[in-house]
Each structure stands twice: as C-alpha cells, then as structure tokens.
C-alpha cells in the first residue's frame, strides 16, 4: 500500500479537458473555440516575425545561461511598467514601484495572493461574476476566502454597472479587489473610462486594494487604451497590485512569461514588500525563466523592433475585431432568434454568446464545435471559411 493509496483523483481542468477531446475528434472540420491563443486567418498558432528576430539576435548575442536574480532582469521590469503606465509615467521610475518576474501572468497572481494570504490574513478576495476559472482556485490554494460581485448583465450582454459599482461599494476594508484590465474574460465586456473613474474613487473610499489583471493589452483598442483603466487607478495616487501576461500580446504562450508589479505604495514599503515577495519566489520558482523575458525585453527596448511588433499587434487586433463584426453580421443573416450585435461592442478574445449547454452539446456532437458549456468562444479560433459552419451549426441546434 502506498502512502498516497487514500487520495482521489482530481477533476480534469476544463479548458486542456476540451483540448483534448477535441484533439482526438477525427472530424476533419472539426473547431475548437475553446483554449484562448489568438490564431491567425489560415487557423494556426503563429510565432511573431518579431519574435524570430529578437531570438536570432538573443542566440547570436548570448554569453551565459546563468541564473538571473529571484526579481528577475532590471531593464525587464523597468520596460513592463512603461507598457503598462506609458512612457512618462511618474510611477515607471518611481522608488516606490516595484516588479518581478514571474512565470508567466498565473505565476504573478499565484505570488500576489501568497503575499495577501501570508501578510492580510483576515483580507478576502473578490472576483467578478463570471470570471476567468484561475482566480477562484488560485485563491482557494492560496488559502484566501473569495466572495464574487456582480459583473455582467446577461439580458443585455454588456457590463451591469450599476450593481457592479453598488457592490464595490460595500467591500470591507482591507479586502483585495481583482479587476480585469481590459477584454474581460469571458464576456468581453470593459469599464469605460468614466467607470473606472468611479471605480479609483470607490477603492479610495473603501480602502480596498485593487488587483489589476492585466492578460490582453493591445487586444481591444490599443496598448494605450487598453491601459487606460489601469492608469487611471494608479494616478489616484491609490496602492495597486498588477499582474501582467505576455503571452497573448507576443504569442510567446509556452515561454511563461509574466509580471508582478507593486505602485502607489511608499518608497520604504515598497522595498519591504519586495523583500518578502523574493522569498516566496525564492520557494516557488526560485529563478524565474528566461528566454520569453529576453524576447520581450530586446522588442520593446529596441524602437524598430518595437514598432514592428506594435505593427504585428494591431493586425492581430484588427482580425479578432473583423471576426466578431463577420460572425455577427452571419448570425443575423441566418435569421437567428437572438440579436447577436453585442457581440462587436465587446473586446477582446473571449465573448460570452448565451448558447446554452444544451445547444453546446448538440454542436459538439452534431459537427466536432468545441466551446464551454458556459457559452464563452473564442472569436481568434474562427476564421473567414469556418464561421459559415459555426453559424449553420447553431442554426441547425437551435430549430
């Protein structure tokens, strides 16, 4: 008898869950809208032109593969906070502002919690209603309390703002606000910048502190636009936490690569907050890898590259954008019962439709459709040629 005899198996992750079945499918026209990774117009997952340059001059240039500090590269996080804050934001240099290198954005909310969990004990967290599936068991294994707050009107398909500020409103102080920065996953749905207005000023008068998830910059309107909640949080001189990912914006997925960032604290603090945060990288990760962060920091600290990227983004963003007005526009001219428009006033890679469980799973079985129960697709994972055989598979579904 083993030592682990006594322990159950563990329900499969969903997303990977549906990737597999569907990886196994042997329908040809076979469509899975479920993993969220931005594919291209032909169906595939590309490496950016930019990448391959920036790892052919990394593996000309390299000298060492030796470890680099528990914090990560200095130039690293210095050019993530001038992503996320602009160029010339006061908090990009500031003493008071702090980041770390993590692996991947999982790896920056992991460590985020483990700092809530281990120096706010009693703190709990709040995530919106729906959320990505990660926070709710993130702060399960962080051993943190998670209460959830209205987010998304289901009738209207778009942001509930009303009782989403209403119930911001009445979080205790001292608890951890998580707050998506832009294409909010699953809906699509974003604050407005009037309502993220109301939202610094809430934090403020609650004394909550907000988490800002920041996983899909550049997807929705612009790197600037998207940040523009972001910013408008941390020039209310409020304390902040941003958990950054750089895997969609640079398709560098497999890399792991992603950010920790602590502003708006005091100098001092800040200094003490990093401290601890390095030993608990130090047990978790110990080091965090390298190679993504080395692509990302050589394309955005070198101007051309740096704008071939940004080049490269917006063509992304333009065909996620284009395939949400297309897949509309097709849904309409089927004659569907539902009014599918919401769908080009949302953002992002992720949109919540409204199919339900039960047309899903007739769409699966019919024509090898994969997508989440929930509903949630996503948009990047069709293409001109197979939005037809979408829209047809849930014309067919629903009659």
């Known amino acids: 008898m083993s030592l682990f005899s ?193 939202i610094a000023n809430l934090a403020q008068a609650r004394e909550f502190l907000p988490l800002v998830d920041m996983a899909y910059q550049g997807f929705a309107r612009g790197l600037d636009q998207d940040a523009a909640g972001l910013r408008t949080v941390a020039e209310a001189d409020l304390p902040l936490l941003v958990c950054n990912s750089f895997s969609k914006n640079f398709g560098v997925y497999r890399e792991r690569v992603g950010a920790l960032s602590l502003l708006g604290f005091e100098a001092a603090e800040a200094r003490r907050l990093l401290s601890q945060l390095k030993v608990m990288a130090r047990t978790l990760w110990s080091s965090p890898p390298s190679h993504g962060a080395q692509v990302v920091e050589h394309i955005l600290g070198q101007p051309e590259l740096r704008m071939q990227w940004e080049g490269e983004l917006q063509a992304m963003r333009e065909r996620i954008n284009e395939m949400r007005r297309l897949l509309a526009a097709s849904l309409q001219d089927l004659g569907t019962d539902t009014d599918f428009s919401f769908l080009v006033r949302q953002y992002g ?3 919540l439709t409204g199919i339900t469980p039960e047309v899903n799973e007739i769409m699966r079985r019919r024509d090898s459709i994969y997508f989440m129960p929930t509903g949630r697709i996503n948009v990047a994972g069709l293409t001109v040629e197979t939005i037809s055989y979408f829209c047809r598979s849930y014309r067919a579904a629903t009659t």
Request: charged share 15%; proline share 8%.
């Open 6 to 198: 006594h322990v159950s198996a563990a329900p499969p992750d969903a997303i990977y869950h549906l990737t597999t079945a569907c990886n196994m499918d042997p329908n040809p026209q076979k469509l899975n809208l479920g993993v969220g990774v931005y594919k291209d117009a032909s169906g595939n997952i590309p490496v950016q032109r930019t990448v391959k340059e920036a790892e052919r001059q990394i593996l000309t240039e390299e000298q060492t593969k030796n470890y680099l500090p528990i914090e990560g590269s200095a130039e690293f996080s210095a050019l993530t906070r001038g992503l996320l804050l602009g160029c010339h934001g006061s908090l990009v240099d500031s003493p008071a502002s702090v980041t770390l290198q993590t692996p991947g954005g999982t790896g920056a909310l992991r460590l985020a919690l483990e700092l809530i969990s281990r120096q706010l004990p009693t703190a709990a967290v709040w995530i919106s209603d729906p959320t990505w599936a990660n926070h709710g068991q993130l702060c399960t294994q962080a051993g943190i309390a998670c209460h959830s707050y209205p987010y998304y009107n289901s009738a209207t398909q778009s942001l509930d703002t009303d009782p989403f500020l209403a119930a911001l409103a009445q979080v205790p102080a001292g608890d951890v606000v998580i707050l998506h920065g832009c294409c909010h996953n699953p809906t699509g749905a974003d604050p407005d910048r009037d309502t993220w207005r109301e």
């Open 349 to 351: 890679l992720f949109a």
